[in-house]
Every structure is written in structure tokens, then in C-alpha cells.
């Protein structure tokens, strides 16, 4: 049962038992990321006023979302010509976003440019992943069911989403500092990264 949950019926890439494996690993990891950034940037919002709280936070996802159509629009073309080169870059980017979430409160001061700039990122650097997930799946899907395996990926990485939101949340509780949480960056970003990385080898050869 659990195998069935897990692993498409049809045909499947030898790959796909270490694909599912690293990505739901790495999966856990951004979710961390996410669930803490979240937090940095709640709190540097730091209004009485809801409307106020609220512009804010609408108002950084409406400056990514924009602001990374152009990029978005163009990278298609580059994630097929050169996949590994294109997801190391998607991959600093997707850092370097977390970096200036957790720096919020930091500089609260400057809460909407700065995390509508790491919007911008975010949204540059899911969409880059993304496609280069949408290669991987292609090449795992050996029997024409892309859309079986999809829905078997899609499965495992909610799993590891809600695992890595709580992990997020609790290290949050843990270390309430966010000065003292700038230091968990490189070590999930490196985890992160690597894990990823890992779930791709002989996928993007």
C-alpha cells in the first residue's frame, strides 16, 4: 500500500526511487526556510494597524510577482539549453532570498523594498526550479504517465512541505532571536542545496 502511494503503476526512471528520496529531503529543508522567514518578516512589520500590516504584506507579493515577470517570461529557453547552469543559479538566487526574508527585522525600517526585492527572487528562483523539476519528471515518466508520477511527486513533497513548515515553526519557539537564527542560513541552504543536487544526479546528464 504504501509503495502504491509512492511509486507510479507504469514504467518508471531507475532514478526515480533516489529522486523521490532527496527531493522530499529537500522539500523538508525550504520549508524550514519558509516557515522562518515568514516569522522574520511578521515581525518586521511591527504596526498596530491592521490595514497597515496587511499592505505590507500583500504589497511585497505583488512587488515579486511583477517585478520577476520579465525574467520568468525568458528563462525557458535557458533551463533547456543548460540545465545545470541554470539551476545553480536558481539556487543562489533562492538563498539569497531567504537571507534578505530573515534580515527583516533587522532593518524594519525598509520592510516593504526589501522583502518585496526577495519576493522578486523567490518568485525567480521557484519558477527556475520548477523547470527543471518539469525536465526531471520528463525523463522519470518512461511509460507516457507524466501524469501519474507528477501526482506521486506532488504527494511525497507535501509530506516533507508540512514536516519542514513544523520543523520551521519549532526552531522559531527555540530560537526566538532572529539575529541568532541568521546563522541557521548557510547550514539549511548548503543541506538544501546538496539534497537537491542529489535528487537530480543522472537526470540532468
Not at 545545470?84 to 525600517?109: C, E, H, N, R, W
Request: proline letters at 3%.
Amino acid at each position: 500500500m504504501i509503495k502504491r502511494l509512492f511509486y507510479p503503476l507504469g514504467k518508471y526512471h531507475p532514478q526515480y526511487g533516489n529522486f523521490i528520496a532527496w527531493s522530499f529531503v529537500s522539500n523538508v529543508i525550504v520549508s524550514a526556510e519558509s516557515a522562518m522567514a515568514t516569522h522574520s518578516m511578521l515581525a518586521a512589520i511591527g504596526s498596530d494597524s491592521e490595514s497597515v500590516r496587511t499592505i505590507n504584506y500583500v504589497g511585497k507579493d505583488i512587488i515579486g510577482q511583477i517585478g520577476a515577470l520579465g525574467y520568468i517570461s525568458q528563462m525557458g529557453e535557458k533551463a533547456d539549453k543548460s540545465p545545470k547552469k541554470f539551476l545553480a543559479y536558481s539556487q543562489g538566487i533562492q538563498q539569497l532570498s531567504f537571507t534578505a526574508m530573515f534580515a527583516t527585522p533587522l532593518v524594519s525600517d525598509l520592510f516593504l523594498p526589501i522583502a518585496g526585492c526577495s519576493n522578486i527572487l523567490s518568485n525567480i528562483s521557484f519558477a527556475g526550479i520548477g523547470a527543471i523539476n518539469a525536465k526531471c519528471i520528463q525523463k522519470l515518466a518512461i511509460d507516457d504517465n507524466i501524469g501519474e508520477i507528477y501526482a506521486k511527486i506532488s504527494v511525497i513533497n507535501m509530506i516533507g512541505s508540512s514536516i519542514g513548515l513544523a520543523l520551521g515553526v519549532g526552531i522559531t519557539v527555540v530560537v526566538p532571536d532572529h539575529s541568532t537564527r541568521m546563522c541557521f542560513i548557510p547550514v539549511l541552504g548548503c543541506i538544501r542545496v546538496l539534497s537537491f543536487n542529489q535528487a537530480l544526479k543522472g537526470l540532468l546528464d
